[in-house]
């Protein structure tokens, strides 16, 4: 089993449309837990980390369920511009090292 | 705001040469890594570095060596291009601690022919 796993998509959306994404992690000693964007041929940029108890940053909603160990990452009203791939990124080596999900492709549609 | 800046965004070398990739950060960040990216393999990493001169071995640091003099400058080290090292490859920086998030340089596409 990967340590990180992602549904590749791509999730197709109109514009205005809920979606979610999930992100599984096998090691149930992982610590730290953080959503990325990517964009074609550029770099990952940071979009959220995620709490133990959830946490919101606009239209974006992060959950961790550590019992079931999966992060969410929920995006109301989506936006042409939320079109990219979303990497989740878990930390379950201790020190300094983090595993990369390969990415969920997301394409926003007039 | 964050500044990881990677040598170049496009480099292409020969079977063989020694290739350098450096990357320097402005934000005094202990922590640096490099990762290559190839299609359906997401990120990988090959080596980092908690500190000057310290270094320690990703998932794959075959074919790879680092170097770490100053702590704004981690450099990436092919001793003989092969061509399965065509990739993306990214920088990242981060401050010390389990809880930080990495901040990426712009990247460098490598082609070994």
């Known amino acids: 089993r990967k340590e990180v796993e992602q549904d590749p998509g791509p999730f197709n959306v109109p514009e205005g449309a809920t979606v979610a994404f999930n992100c599984t992690y096998s090691n149930s000693a992982s610590q730290s837990f953080f959503w990325y964007r990517q964009d074609c041929r550029k770099e990952p940029k940071l979009l959220m980390s995620v709490y133990s108890s959830g946490n919101e940053d606009g239209r974006f909603t992060a959950q961790l369920n550590r019992a079931s160990q999966y992060i969410s990452l929920l995006i109301r009203d989506s936006k042409l511009s939320d079109s990219a791939t979303y990497l989740c990124v878990v930390n379950s080596r201790g020190y300094q090292k983090v595993t990369f999900g390969t990415g969920t492709k997301l394409q926003v549609i007039p | 705001d964050v500044k990881v800046t990677q040598s170049s965004r496009y480099l292409v070398k020969r079977t063989g040469e020694k290739v350098f990739l450096e990357c320097v950060q402005d934000m005094d960040h202990e922590n640096m890594f490099w990762y290559r990216q190839d299609p359906g393999l997401g990120l990988r990493l090959i080596y980092f570095?908690?500190?000057?001169?310290?270094?320690e071995k990703g998932d794959i640091p075959e074919g790879y060596s680092v170097s770490r003099e100053k702590k704004e400058r981690f450099s990436l080290i092919l001793e003989s291009a092969s061509t399965n090292q065509t990739s993306m490859y990214l920088c990242a920086s981060s401050f010390a601690g389990s809880n930080q998030p990495q901040h990426f340089g712009d990247g460098t596409r490598l082609s070994i022919l």
């Open positions: 570095s908690y500190d000057v001169k310290m270094k």
